[in-house]
């Protein structure tokens, strides 16, 4: 799956969408990224996940772990197509820990996989949980590269890297223009 498909399937449902946006933490962006409108729709969750496990097969995961909760979808989806357990971690009182009797051992090779990479830090986050069990760590993945060019210290790759620029809304060159801002999610009226 070539990046400009992956692109596609996320502008055919509304998952990418490019203007003139008021992002939640207030920024403006001439784009908006929301992989939950593509993974809404299981056959592309379905096919994203097996083009991720067709990249990460070399790695030997013996397990998914994701995120909680972007990455619940693509590492079910993922975990299906490897045909390993797909387990999640997610915060309790702050801290990203494993809950539900969700377990990890010295035995498990772990393939972290998540929605969107931006920071880096989830992913991080996520492989301490997998280390702090005694697991191994073989690589992380992600549907999107939102331009980290962070090194998480374990192989890494996306299936689509989509850098999106963010203005202070006074200093926002669209807002310059004149061009009206939009909230992302609110329907045309
Ligand atoms: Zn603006």
Same mark, same amino acid.
């Given at each position: ?5 992956? !692109? $596609? ?27 939950? !409108? ?13 083009? #991720? ?8 995961a013996t397990v998914v772990l994701s995120p909680a909760?972007?990455g619940v979808? #693509?590492g079910q989806?993922t975990g299906?197509?490897?045909?390993v357990r797909a387990i999640f971690a997610e915060?309790? $009182?702050?801290?990203?820990t494993l809950r539900r009797g969700f377990t990890l051992g010295?035995?498990d090779?772990v393939l972290v996989v998540? =929605?969107?990479? +931006?920071?880096?830090?989830? +992913?991080?986050?996520t492989?301490?949980v997998a280390?702090?069990a005694?697991a !191994? ?5 992600? #549907? #999107? $590269?939102?331009?980290?060019?962070? $090194? ?15 203005? =202070? ?21």
């Amino acid at each position: 799956m070539t990046q400009e498909v992956v !692109l $596609d399937v996320f502008r055919a449902s509304g998952a990418l969408l490019e203007g003139h946006f008021r992002l939640s933490s207030g920024l403006h962006s001439s784009g908006y990224l929301q992989c939950a !409108l593509v993974l809404q729709h299981p056959r592309h969750a379905e096919a994203l996940g097996a083009a #991720i496990a067709s990249r990460a097969r070399a790695l030997g995961a013996t397990v998914v772990l994701s995120p909680a909760l972007g990455g619940v979808v #693509i590492g079910q989806e993922t975990g299906r197509a490897l045909s390993v357990r797909a387990i999640f971690a997610e915060r309790q $009182d702050g801290a990203m820990t494993l809950r539900r009797g969700f377990t990890l051992g010295p035995s498990d090779r772990v393939l972290v996989v998540e =929605d969107v990479v +931006t920071t880096g830090g989830s +992913t991080r986050e996520t492989m301490d949980v997998a280390r702090a069990a005694g697991a !191994l760590v073989v690589g992380a993945s992600s #549907i #999107i $590269d939102r331009g980290s060019s962070t $090194d998480l210290g374990v192989p890494y790759f996306a299936l689509a890297k989509v850098v999106l620029p963010a203005y =202070d809304p006074a200093a926002c060159p669209l807002c310059e223009k004149g061009q009206p801002v939009t909230k992302p999610g609110s329907r045309p009226t």
